[in-house]
Nanobody, 126 residues
Framework: QVQLVESGGGLVQAGDSLRLSCAAS????????GAWFRQAPGKEREFVAA????????YYLDSVKGRFTISRDNAKSTLYLQMNSLKPEDTAVYFC???????????????????WGQGTQVTVSS
């Protein structure tokens, strides 16, 4: 059975860094595009970043560009999200997701992803 397990969340101060990891099992990870979403209390889940498995292209939410970096290690079946210069507005539960199809027109849509992790909490204090 497919599992995506996130780790690396925590409580940090504004300006600090965190690195989230998403370990995949039960699927051939290199065949899937990976993405990160986040959901703050009372808000909808929103796209944060995606990594195209073929081109290596990466895509980001405008508010995290230049601060967050998505990457993957296919040998370890793991997706990463390096988050620098964290801000209080980055506080949310962060989810990783995997999909076999990725396009610039649909990558921000939750329903386009096949598998999801359970989420990891990131809290940034001011």
């Amino acid at each position: 059975q497919v599992q995506l397990v996130e780790s690396g969340g925590g409580l940090v101060q504004a300006g600090d860094s965190l690195r989230l990891s998403c370990a995949a099992s039960g699927l051939t990870f290199r065949n899937y595009h990976g993405a990160w979403f986040r959901q703050a209390p009372g808000k909808e889940r929103e796209f944060v970043a995606a990594a195209d498995r073929r081109s290596g292209g990466t895509y980001y939410l405008d508010s995290v560009k230049g601060r967050f970096t998505i990457s993957r290690d296919n040998a370890k079946s793991t997706l990463y999200l390096q988050m620098n210069s964290l801000k209080p507005e980055d506080t949310a539960v962060y989810f990783c997701a995997a999909t076999t199809t990725l396009s610039i027109w649909t990558m921000r849509r939750v329903e386009k992803y096949d598998y999801w992790g359970q989420g990891t909490q990131v809290t940034v204090s001011s």
